[in-house]
Structures are given as C-alpha cells and as structure tokens.
C-alpha cells in the first residue's frame, strides 16, 4: 500500500494543512483528505505538491507492505 507522508512534510517545514490549501488554490478538506489517506490524487497534483514543498515526490509517499500480503516462493 501506497502511504502518503505529507503531514511528515508539513510537521519538518513547520507548514500547516490550511497554508498548503492557500498555497494550491484548493480546499482544505480536499488537503486534510489527502493528508489523512482518504483520498487520491495525479500525477499532476504530485507535481504541484513538490513545487509548492520543494521536494521529491518519494518525500511524499511511501510504500508499506499490507499485513494480508505474503511473499511468495518462486
């Protein structure tokens, strides 16, 4: 599962949800749905997330592997 860090982000930048809304042009339910793992986004707001943050998108998101999913032996 894909896990998205932008509140680590924002916490290391001293950045609030609501700047990031301002910053964006969007809603800040829209950033706390993001920021809360409710909701998805493109490649395209990636790319303004790291505009606006100055980092790189592997900044933002994270890989965790999920508790149901096992390796499996060639």
């Known amino acids: 599962m894909i896990e998205c860090t932008i509140k680590i982000v924002l916490f290391n930048q001293k950045r ?20 809360n793992d409710k909701q ?3 490649r395209d707001r990636l790319n303004d997330f790291c505009r606006v943050l ?3 998108p592997g900044d933002l998101l994270r890989y965790v592997p999920d508790d149901n999913q096992q390796k499996t032996a060639p």
Do not use: K, M, P, T
Not at 16 to 35: F, H, K, N, P, T
């Open 16 to 35: 609030s949800q609501s700047w990031l809304a301002d910053e964006l042009g969007v809603s800040r339910q829209y950033i706390s749905r993001v920021v």
């Open 54 to 56: 100055q980092c790189q």
């Open 40 to 42: 998805s986004f493109s």
